[in-house]
């Protein structure tokens, strides 16, 4: 798709990322939720999923290993997929 619709779903993940300021970073995965379909809506914080840690450096130069993005993408879809009721 090359341009946004606007349309937005009800249920979604956050992912942020909290430099520790020890060498470490810890990337942290939230549910949230909305009462508006609309794109640029507010998110309501509903459930912390889960958090991971790695090194600061090799995070902020893209180094981790491909297993270790691979489970970030993993997790952040575990999330997404129940929360849009794909799941039965």
Do not use: C
């Not at 798709?1 to 520790?20: A, C, I, N």
């Not at 810890?26 to 840690?53: A, C, P, Y």
């Not at 130069?61 to 997790?75: K, V």
């Amino acid at each position: 798709m090359d341009t946004d619709d606007g349309q937005g779903p009800r249920r979604g993940v956050v992912v942020t990322l909290l430099d520790l300021g020890d060498g470490r970073s810890r990337l942290i995965i939230d549910d949230v939720s909305s009462d508006d379909l609309r794109r640029d809506t507010f998110w309501k914080h509903e459930w912390f999923f889960t958090r991971m840690q790695f090194g600061s450096e090799e995070t902020y130069e893209m180094r981790l290993s491909a297993d270790t993005y691979r489970a970030i993408g993993e997790s952040v879809m575990a999330r997404l997929v129940p929360l849009n009721g794909r799941i039965k």
